[in-house]
C-alpha cells in the first residue's frame, strides 16, 4: 500500500465508502463478466479495489473520478497500462457519449456515491442507446425502487423510468461490514441491461417523462386529481383507465398509453408545458 492510499480518508461530501472486503470484490466482478474486447467504464473507483480486477482481464478501461486526491493512487497503480484513462470530472456532468458507440457500447460499472445516486442513473440512463449494460453498488433502496412493481410501495418514477429503458435485476445485497467507513444502509448490486427496443414504446420519451413526473408529484392523490393539467377524468375512462386510482397502481404500459394519446393530441403544447417546469 503506497503512502497516498494509506493516508487518503474517505470524504463524506463525495458519498465515500471504500469497499474492502476481497470475496464480495470479487463476486461483483464475475457478476460482470468482463472480457478482452470490452469497452469499460468505472464510475468512483476509489483505490481502486474493483479497478484491479477488472483490469486483470479487460485492458480497456476509462475511469472517471472526482476526488483529486485519489487520482495519484491510481496513476501509481494504474497508470502504466496502455489502454487506462482516467477522467478526472463529476459523472453528473460528464458527457459518456464521448466514450462509447452503438457499434462499441459500453459497460458501465461503479460504487455509486449514494447521495447522488438517483440523479445519477437518470443521467446515465441518458445514454442508454451506447450502452451495453450497467453494473452498480447503491444503497439497496434505491435497487428496491428500481425493480418494484404496480401496487408496491416502492413503485414511483424511478422504477418506472428504469424499467422502461432497461431490464432490472437486484443480483445480491451488501452488508455495510463490508465498506470503510460503514454506511448505515445496506446496499446492493443491480444490473440494468438497455433494451434494443423497449417492450412498450413510447412515440415521445419526453412526454412519457412529464406524465410520469406529474402523477406522482402527489403520489397519494388520485390520477383524477394529479393528471388533471394534463387530461381529464372522462380522457383517462376513454382510455379504460379508472381515474379513482393511485399513481402506483398503473402499470408502465398504462403511462405509455397516456403518454402516447398526450403526444399525439398536442406535442407543441406538451413540448411547451415541459420547458416551463
Given at each position: 500500500?503506497?503512502?497516498?492510499?494509506?493516508?487518503?480518508?474517505?470524504?463524506?461530501?463525495?458519498?465515500?465508502?471504500?469497499?474492502?472486503?476481497?470475496?464480495?470484490?470479487?463476486?461483483?466482478?464475475?457478476?460482470?463478466?468482463?472480457?478482452?474486447?470490452?469497452?469499460?467504464?468505472?464510475?468512483?473507483?476509489?483505490?481502486?479495489?474493483?479497478?484491479?480486477?477488472?483490469?486483470?482481464?479487460?485492458?480497456?478501461?476509462?475511469?472517471?473520478?472526482?476526488?483529486?486526491?485519489?487520482?495519484?493512487?491510481?496513476?501509481?497503480?494504474?497508470?502504466?497500462?496502455?489502454?487506462?484513462?482516467?477522467?478526472e470530472a463529476d459523472a453528473l456532468k460528464f458527457d459518456f457519449a464521448q466514450l462509447g458507440s452503438a457499434e462499441r457500447p459500453l459497460r458501465i460499472?461503479?460504487?455509486l456515491p449514494y447521495n447522488i445516486s438517483t440523479p445519477l442513473i437518470f443521467h446515465l440512463l441518458s445514454y442508454s442507446d451506447r450502452v451495453q449494460?450497467?453494473?452498480?453498488?447503491?444503497?439497496?433502496?434505491?435497487?428496491?425502487?428500481?425493480?418494484?412493481?404496480?401496487?408496491?410501495?416502492?413503485?414511483?418514477?424511478?422504477?418506472?423510468?428504469?424499467?422502461?429503458?432497461?431490464?432490472?435485476?437486484?443480483?445480491?445485497?451488501?452488508?455495510?461490514?463490508?465498506?470503510?467507513?460503514?454506511?448505515?444502509?445496506?446496499?446492493?448490486?443491480?444490473?440494468?441491461?438497455?433494451?434494443?427496443?423497449?417492450?412498450?414504446?413510447?412515440?415521445?420519451?419526453?412526454?412519457?417523462?412529464?406524465?410520469?413526473?406529474?402523477?406522482?408529484?402527489?403520489?397519494?392523490?388520485?390520477?383524477?386529481?394529479?393528471?388533471?393539467?394534463?387530461?381529464?377524468?372522462?380522457?383517462?375512462?376513454?382510455?379504460?383507465?379508472?381515474?379513482?386510482?393511485?399513481?402506483?397502481?398503473?402499470?408502465?404500459?398504462?403511462?405509455?398509453?397516456?403518454?402516447?394519446?398526450?403526444?399525439?393530441?398536442?406535442?407543441?403544447?406538451?413540448?411547451?408545458?415541459?420547458?416551463?417546469?
Amino acid at each position: 500500500m503506497s503512502y497516498n492510499e494509506k493516508n487518503h480518508r474517505a470524504r463524506k461530501r463525495f458519498g465515500q465508502n471504500f469497499l474492502h472486503d476481497q470475496r464480495v470484490i470479487s463476486h461483483i466482478v464475475r457478476s460482470i463478466r468482463p472480457s478482452a474486447t470490452d469497452n469499460m467504464v468505472e464510475i468512483g473507483p476509489g483505490k481502486g479495489a474493483i479497478t484491479s480486477l477488472i483490469l486483470d482481464v479487460c485492458p480497456n478501461l476509462n475511469v472517471v473520478e472526482l476526488d483529486r486526491d485519489l487520482i495519484p493512487i491510481l496513476r501509481e497503480k494504474f497508470g502504466h497500462l496502455e489502454h487506462f484513462h482516467i477522467n478526472e470530472a463529476d459523472a453528473l456532468k460528464f458527457d459518456f457519449a464521448q466514450l462509447g458507440s452503438a457499434e462499441r457500447p459500453l459497460r458501465i460499472v461503479g460504487n455509486l456515491p449514494y447521495n447522488i445516486s438517483t440523479p445519477l442513473i437518470f443521467h446515465l440512463l441518458s445514454y442508454s442507446d451506447r450502452v451495453q449494460d450497467m453494473h452498480f453498488m447503491l444503497q439497496k433502496e434505491v435497487v428496491v425502487r428500481m425493480a418494484a412493481k404496480e401496487n408496491e410501495n416502492n413503485y414511483g418514477r424511478l422504477s418506472i423510468m428504469t424499467q422502461y429503458l432497461c431490464e432490472v435485476e437486484h443480483l445480491f445485497d451488501v452488508g455495510p461490514e463490508c465498506f470503510d467507513p460503514q454506511p448505515k444502509v445496506d446496499s446492493a448490486i443491480v444490473r440494468l441491461t438497455p433494451y434494443k427496443t423497449p417492450p412498450h414504446p413510447a412515440d415521445d420519451h419526453k412526454t412519457l417523462d412529464l406524465v410520469v413526473r406529474t402523477a406522482f408529484s402527489q403520489r397519494r392523490k388520485t390520477l383524477r386529481n394529479t393528471l388533471k393539467t394534463l387530461l381529464s377524468s372522462e380522457e383517462l375512462e376513454a382510455l379504460s383507465i379508472d381515474p379513482s386510482k393511485r399513481p402506483e397502481n398503473l402499470a408502465l404500459s398504462t403511462y405509455v398509453t397516456i403518454a402516447n394519446y398526450l403526444f399525439n393530441q398536442s406535442p407543441q403544447s406538451l413540448a411547451a408545458g415541459d420547458n416551463n417546469e
